[in-house]
């Protein structure tokens, strides 16, 4: 089946711009994760959803950074007033609730955003 | 807190040699483990991964791994290296009862002919 598809897949905005990066998870995933990853870096956790429920935000960096995930499905990640620094890939995964992998997360390509 | 070491930032192989891939974690009880492989413009994909039992797992594309709990690594390994296995690879950790994955900065396998 379909894996999991983000877009835009390259974003360029200047600096000050709001900006909103989707992900569309695998089908019937309950779970979906937001990273971001620095170049030359490991992707780093911002935050998760159970279905509509944001369990954990504890690694957005600040109040720019805002996510929703209204129905359970589709999600946004949000970035306010954009700064140079917040230039970096940012994936998506997801994760299944049932069957043999409940413990896999599936990524994205990734929205490579670049603030200038 | 958790946390992935990956020593080597990059390292080059010749076609068909073998390959090993460090990773050391840092985590006060047996933890999951992952790793994930990034080839130009794609996604992050699985490897494999570890959660009990046989200390030695087979993955996709003739992987394997072996994790050894008194050196807290969880070593990549491939008997014979192909020229499409030149990637960015990641290790990764995640808790027993958490959700979020931790990862290492990344190998960058380079593989010359």
């Known amino acids: 089946g379909a894996g999991v598809s983000q877009s835009p897949r390259y974003k360029v905005t200047k600096r000050g711009q709001d900006v909103a990066l989707r992900c569309d998870p695998i089908?019937?995933?309950?779970?979906l994760y937001w990273y971001r990853q620095a170049l030359g870096q490991g992707p780093e956790f911002l935050t998760y959803?159970?279905?509509?429920?944001?369990?954990?935000k504890s690694g957005l960096p600040n109040d720019r950074f805002s996510a929703e995930r209204p129905e359970g499905s589709i999600s946004t990640l949000t970035i306010q007033r954009t700064e140079q620094r917040d230039s970096a890939m940012y994936r998506c995964?997801?994760?299944?609730?049932?069957?043999?992998?409940?413990?896999?997360?599936?990524f994205g390509p990734g929205t490579r955003l670049t603030v200038l | 807190a958790q946390s992935v070491t990956q020593p080597d930032i990059h390292i080059t192989v010749s076609e068909g040699a073998s390959l090993e891939l460090r990773c050391n974690y840092s985590y006060g009880a047996t933890p999951y483990l992952f790793w994930y492989v990034q080839s130009p413009g794609q996604g992050l994909q699985l490897l494999l991964k570890y959660f009990s039992g046989d200390t030695l797992v087979q993955g996709i594309k003739g992987f394997e791994a072996e994790f050894k709990r008194s050196q807290s690594s969880f070593n990549l390994r491939k008997p014979s290296v192909h020229w499409s296995d030149a990637a960015e690879y990641f290790c990764a950790v995640r808790r027993f009862y958490g959700n979020k994955l931790v990862f290492g900065a990344g190998t960058i396998l380079r593989v010359k002919s």
């Open positions: 959803f159970n279905y509509e429920a944001q369990q954990d």
């Open positions: 995964a997801s994760r299944p609730t049932s069957g043999g992998s409940t413990d896999t997360q599936y």
């Open positions: 089908s019937g995933h309950v779970s």
